[in-house]
């Protein structure tokens, strides 16, 4: 075996070792991450999305609350969307309201003519 060979079996065998131990020693979770996963009561909401609405439009929760907005999806899909909260999901959203204030929501999916208004509100008090 001349030289170059040995070099790239050597170099194929030290990157298989990397991603082997890679794969199989996974930094443990830290505890503040853990610790993070909020331990109170989900509350759920259900939104129905339809051409061009959402009902309801104003939903109210306290700050600190773990809220999931189940989205039914009347006659196509709508999803929601709330940028400012970095929240996206087309037939549910789960987050907690850790920031106070008004937050407008728009449409996930494109449904038609006259969905550029289809939007609802978020108040977190």
């Not at 709508?78 to 087309?90: A, K, Q, T, V, Y």
């Amino acid at each position: 075996m001349n030289f170059k060979n040995l070099l790239i079996l050597s170099t194929a065998i030290l990157i298989g070792f990397v991603l082997v131990m890679f794969i199989y020693l996974k930094p443990e979770k830290k505890t503040e991450e853990i610790s993070r996963v909020p331990t109170e009561k989900l509350r759920e909401i259900i939104v129905d999305a339809s051409k061009f609405e959402y009902n309801p439009s104003v939903i109210t929760v306290k700050k600190g609350e773990r809220i999931k907005l189940i989205i039914n999806n009347t006659d196509t899909l709508h999803g929601i969307r709330i940028p400012e909260l970095e929240i996206n999901g087309n037939d549910f959203v789960e987050f907690v309201a850790e920031k106070t204030g008004e937050f407008t929501w728009y449409y996930n999916n494109f449904c038609g003519q006259g969905h550029q208004q289809m939007q609802g509100k978020l108040i977190i008090e």
